[in-house]
């Protein structure tokens, strides 16, 4: 029987010690070759406004970049220690299977086929979305009841593909898809007048309309969506201590939003927060990096890379930003939205 100081130990004192003897975790081999390289190798996609985008000199931004940032400033305390591999569809897990790359933060949409069957875990999502469809404004077509016997330009290999035929054959709608491989030759196919409409998820519709020459103006997002794409990170299957450590940097900016925690005032609430939630993601009172094989700032140097998820999601597909997107379905729960963050404690 296991004693306290010398006498026999009450269970719940026996339960006390064990928690408070917890160990501290492992770091795991994927954060291991992570820290030999210096470097976190995120694959991204190959040029989505708002989401991944590189300029013309090399600089990366968008939602999905800013995750992989917050990430390399919570193990590496530096968020431009990424290396950005542009990745196509066909291309994407491959490249995350293989150890191409170390996590895959790529529009990518969960689903069952994908979780079950790929090795591959999925993450939290960082963007709800659905299928969408655009259409030249001149067709006067508003609603997607108007397809029916219209050819439509969608990318093959995709989910979109698989929901466009899904939803044709469900509504008698007869919609003849136009596919192609690559997404660049799908919008170019659409934007030259050979299909009628095109589809991907809505966010990739606004980002196509912000940037076509002949104006936004000349082309119209219907109201209907298809499908549901919760998007998202994902990581290899086989290393635990990496996948919680994504998940909890994500999860991390979303309750930094929910406590008012910004890039701009982390290190003030560090040193001024009596808040306990508040001290416990800036490592003011408790050091939870331990479990997850960082240290104790690893949250608080995310935040002061790319601000909460607030920020980040306004910065780059927010009504202010070119996409100009209300936040809908991405606001937190307690503003009727789907971010709900586990909590960090």
């Known amino acids: 029987m296991k004693t306290v100081f010398g006498q026999i130990a009450p269970m719940g004192a026996i339960v006390v010690a064990a928690l408070l003897a917890a160990p501290v975790a492992h770091a795991g081999k994927t954060l291991d070759g992570i820290r030999a390289r210096g470097q976190v190798v995120c ?10 985008m590189a300029d013309s000199s090399g600089k990366w931004s968008g939602l999905d970049v800013d995750v992989c940032r917050a990430i390399a400033a919570a193990v590496l305390g530096d968020g431009q220690k990424v290396k950005y591999v542009p990745l196509d569809v066909p291309q994407r897990f491959t490249a ?5 790359v170390d996590v ?3 529009n990518t949409t969960f689903s069952l086929a994908r979780d079950a069957s790929m090795g591959l875990h999925q993450t939290v999502v960082t963007y709800y979305d659905g299928q969408g469809f655009m259409v030249p404004a001149k067709s006067k077509i508003r609603s997607i009841r108007q397809l029916k016997g219209q050819t439509v330009c969608v990318q093959s290999g995709t989910t979109t593909e698989k929901n466009l035929a899904d939803y044709s054959r469900a509504n008698g ?8 491989e690559k997404v660049d030759a799908a919008t170019a196919a659409y934007l030259a007048g050979r299909c009628t409409a095109f589809t991907t998820d809505a966010s990739g519709l606004a980002a196509l309309r912000s940037g076509v020459s002949q104006g936004a103006a000349m082309h119209t997002i219907l109201p209907e969506l298809i499908s549901k794409e919760p998007l998202g990170p994902l990581v290899r299957r086989g290393d635990d201590e990496w996948f919680a450590v994504v998940k909890w940097v994500i999860y991390g900016l979303i309750e930094a939003e929910e406590y ?6 982390a290190d003030s609430l560090k040193a001024s927060s009596a808040h306990p939630v508040v001290q416990r993601m800036v490592g003011t009172s408790e050091d939870t990096g331990k479990l997850l094989g960082l240290d104790r700032d690893w949250l608080l140097r ?3 890379t790319t601000g909460n998820y607030g920020e980040i999601f306004e910065r780059n597909v927010g009504q202010k930003s070119a996409l100009g997107l209300p936040r809908g379905l991405n606001n937190l729960w307690s503003k009727q939205g789907l971010m709900y963050a586990f909590p960090i404690r």
């Open 104 to 106: 895959l933060s790529r």
């Open 260 to 265: 008012g925690v910004t890039q701009a005032n």
């Open 43 to 52: 694959g991204v996609n190959t040029g989505l406004a708002g989401f991944a």
């Open 96 to 100: 995350l299977q293989s150890g191409e």
């Open 302 to 304: 995310a935040l002061k």
């Open 173 to 180: 709608l007869d919609i003849k898809p136009v596919m192609f």
